[in-house]
């Protein structure tokens, strides 16, 4: 249902791009986006878009990243930019509606120079 691509090792200041591609009816009627949960901390949102475009994010990230839709691809994006140590941590992409939630595998993210 999610197929999660992107995230890596990159350096303090750096960018990358995560992709969660999401079948049909996911992308058309859930929310999607992205959790993350470093090492020894809880899972914490990151980002999310509604099926109606609408977008939230967590406050230490807000200026910084990014979360788009694309229709065509039904692909949501997390553009990651000026990244930072603390941005280390496993990224999960989810699909959510009411009470059915759905998850993708998780793919790294390290920054560290």
């Known amino acids: 249902q999610l197929v999660e691509s992107g995230g890596g090792l990159v350096q303090p200041g750096g960018s990358l791009n995560l992709s969660c591609k999401a079948s049909?009816?996911?992308?058309?009627?859930?929310?999607v986006g992205w959790y993350r949960q470093a090492p020894g901390k809880q899972r914490e949102l990151v980002a999310a878009i509604t099926a109606s475009g609408d977008t939230i994010s967590d406050d230490s990230v807000k200026g910084r990243f990014t979360i788009s839709a694309d229709k065509p691809s039904t692909t949501v994006n997390l553009q990651m930019n000026r990244l930072k140590p603390d941005d280390t941590a496993v990224y999960y992409c989810?699909?959510?509606?009411?009470?059915?939630?759905?998850w993708g595998q998780g793919t790294q993210v390290t920054v560290s120079s």
């Open positions: 989810f699909a959510r509606l009411v009470q059915h939630v759905f």
């Open positions: 049909q009816d996911l992308f058309s009627l859930y929310t």
